[in-house]
């Protein structure tokens, strides 16, 4: 016996969709105009589909669907550079996007991609057995990265990111570590870029490269200075 689920989300038009996937990679397998607009993509084992809906609003949506893969983190970079290559930058805000590659509270390594029409792929590979959610840290500055985190990428809610970040680098009374410093500004000049706040990116990119690591703490943060190295690009 064997199944297979395929996601069917919506779009407004579909062509744009289907240009963004094929500069991903992906074989355009079916296309129809009539009676309504209906395609399906394809990649290795990834398959979409895709329907066309006059009134939708790509940036009001909230469809999304989950990848699972043994190799996120060759996906995440081929997807980059194939975006790269088509958009001649890599898209981190607006429709389409790409977000960076992040190790979630709930043992998956993931990042997000949203398409022309809004639709939110959760590309993931799954690290750790226990899906459950982590409890909060309770460290001040873990603590901030940790929600600020929750709020940027699975709520889309990037203002409540860009606060709380704020709020722990006003703190006086507690100061955090290099590393977690570089954490919470790299964070901050991430969110403000999806933003669009380019003179917050820029302080926060130029605080968070004035940071001093030594070469373990670097490696603790590998995503993190990974994600500075893509943002300062």
Known sequence: MSEKTIPVLPCRTIQPVLDFYAAL?????????????????QRGGIQLH?????????????????????????????????????????????LPRIGPLKNTSHGVR??????????????????????????????????AVHHAS????????????AKIIDRALRLRDERPTPVELLRLLVLRADVATRLGDEEAATSALAAATAVHLTAEEQESVHDDVERLTQLLD
């Open 25 to 41: 990679g992906f074989e355009v397998t079916f296309e129809q105009k009539s009676p309504h607009p209906y395609a399906a993509v």
């Open 50 to 94: 895709f329907f066309g809906m006059k009134h939708y609003e790509p940036a009001e949506s909230f469809s999304t669907c989950i990848v699972q893969t043994d190799d996120v983190d060759g996906l995440h970079e081929t997807f980059r550079a194939r975006l790269k290559a088509a958009y001649g930058r890599i898209p981190n805000r607006g």
């Open 110 to 143: 993931q990042f997000l991609m949203t398409d022309p029409g809004g639709n939110c792929i959760r590309i993931g590979q799954q690290m750790s057995d226990d899906q459950h959610h982590h409890p909060a840290p309770e460290e001040t500055f873990a603590r």
């Open 150 to 161: 929750l709020l940027a990428d699975s709520k889309e809610d990037l203002v409540g990111a």
